[in-house]
């Protein structure tokens, strides 16, 4: 007797018609056909089911501020860095946590169950990371909640930053930010690769870093980043997020640098959706897309997986939180066309971000937290082409949010009544 059995699921790996039986908040058994009653049973229809979606870099001390103070007219990363200043010394931990539990809601609705967020630490009060880390406490029993501490002003650059990560570190941040490119020299960059990899090392915790977010070829502190990484015997625990510098860099040092990038098993977090929007902005014609070397890396063996970064907050004014719309949007930005190409993205959007993530029972096997998402496609590149509806999401065996299936009533004589999209790709016969 199984609490929950999903039937009749397609699964990310291409298998079919497989039954998912739930005990308690564990995966119990995965195969074609399960023999047996359960409290409650879905019958999936040969749709997708899916391991849920996971967002390794965002930014939840910012979301949903979009239009305070004002809104960002000209669309620019200067005027957002602007009013985000603005915007900074007015937070409460009330409004903060009042955001962040929304945007939660939103993306478990998603099937979104795990987001590691960056906290800004530049206002001494730390008023971000006192509201975060309630946020990370009360949706624990729903989603993973991550967060890093993040010297956005800079680590050397903005006085008092050093003593403010300290303390985020100390309140109970899991992870050390920086953002080295924002540093005011090459050298003070490298330094605070260097001053918060040994941190890191001390606290025996993980690294994320905001690096080369930039198009000058020159900036070159992933280079950095990996050698510390190395040197502190940190392989494996350090991601280097953006990386957009590396779109520009000469393809010689490319050849050299990722190799290196291998050796301490950086995890490459690109965010599609915000580097094509923000990178290349003073080019004239031909403009640069920006994106990091997204194919290069996944074939030299990187773990890449793609972030959220921002939804409607002082710098991006979009997003939904729909991990699809950022995978749809890597499968053109970095030419992922071939159906290998998008099974990698699919990939990149669930087991890389968990890998990077690092969290524990992940995934459709037996003995698994019994955490998934059903979605209205049959298999992850439909998935990937429409951002179908989740039609339920499970996390630890129980049914946390669900959504009808998109159907369009069509009024047109001599027509089918209703219209489908997820029911249209030809190989349906239809
Ligand atoms: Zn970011």
Redesign the pocket.
């Known amino acids: 007797m199984f609490d929950l059995i999903i039937r009749n699921a397609n699964l990310p790996d291409g298998r079919q018609g497989i039954d998912i039986g739930i005990s308690s908040d564990r995966i119990a058994e995965v195969s074609a056909k399960i023999d047996a009653a359960a409290k409650e049973e879905i019958d999936a229809t040969g749709r997708l089911v899916s391991p849920p979606f996971v967002d390794p870099?965002?930014?939840m001390d910012a979301t949903l501020s979009l239009g305070l103070p004002r809104m960002n007219r000209s669309g620019t990363l200067l005027e957002g860095i602007a009013l985000w200043g603005e915007l900074r010394p007015t937070l409460t931990r009330e409004a903060l946590v009042e955001r962040a539990l929304r945007y939660c809601d939103l993306a478990v609705s998603q099937g979104l169950l795990a987001i590691r967020s960056?906290v800004d630490t530049s206002d001494p009060r730390l008023v971000t990371v006192e509201a975060l880390l309630e946020v990370r406490d009360r949706v624990a029993p729903y989603l993973d909640l991550q967060l890093v501490a993040?010297p956005q002003d800079g680590y050397y650059r903005s006085p008092g930053a050093v003593d403010a990560l300290n303390r985020a570190l100390d309140m109970g941040v899991d992870i050390v930010g920086g953002i080295p490119h924002f540093e005011r020299t090459m050298g003070d960059g490298a330094a605070s690769v260097e001053a918060l990899c040994r941190i890191a090392a001390d606290r025996g915790l993980p690294v994320d870093m905001?690096c080369d977010?930039t198009d000058d070829p020159m900036s070159r502190h992933i280079e950095t980043l990996a050698a510390q990484t190395i040197r502190f015997g940190l392989q494996g625990r350090v991601a280097g997020?953006?990386l957009t510098s590396m779109h520009s860099m000469d393809n010689y040092y490319v050849s050299k640098l990722i190799p290196l990038m291998a050796e301490a098993e950086i995890n490459v977090i690109p965010?599609p959706l915000?580097n094509i929007m923000l990178q290349g902005r003073h080019d004239t014609y031909p403009k640069r897309r920006g994106l990091t070397r997204v194919r290069e890396l996944i074939e030299a063996g990187l773990n890449v997986s793609f972030?959220h970064?921002?939804v409607m907050d002082p710098w991006y004014s979009m997003g939904s939180g729909d991990m699809l719309e950022v995978g749809h949007m890597a499968i053109h930005v970095a030419q992922m066309a071939g159906i290998e190409d998008k099974r990698k993205v699919f990939d990149a959007l669930t087991v890389n971000s968990a890998k990077t993530m690092g969290l524990k029972g992940y995934g459709l096997e037996k003995g698994c937290n019994a955490d998934l998402v059903i979605l209205q496609a049959r298999d992850p590149l439909e998935a990937l082409r429409l951002k179908p509806n989740r039609l339920a999401v499970v996390r630890r065996g129980k049914i946390i949010a669900r959504t009808p299936p998109r159907v369009s009533e069509l009024l047109i004589d001599g027509r089918p009544s209703s219209v489908d999209g997820s029911e249209y790709a030809p190989s349906f016969g239809g």
């Open positions: 870099h965002f930014h960056h993040f905001h977010e997020s953006h965010n915000i972030g970064d921002c």
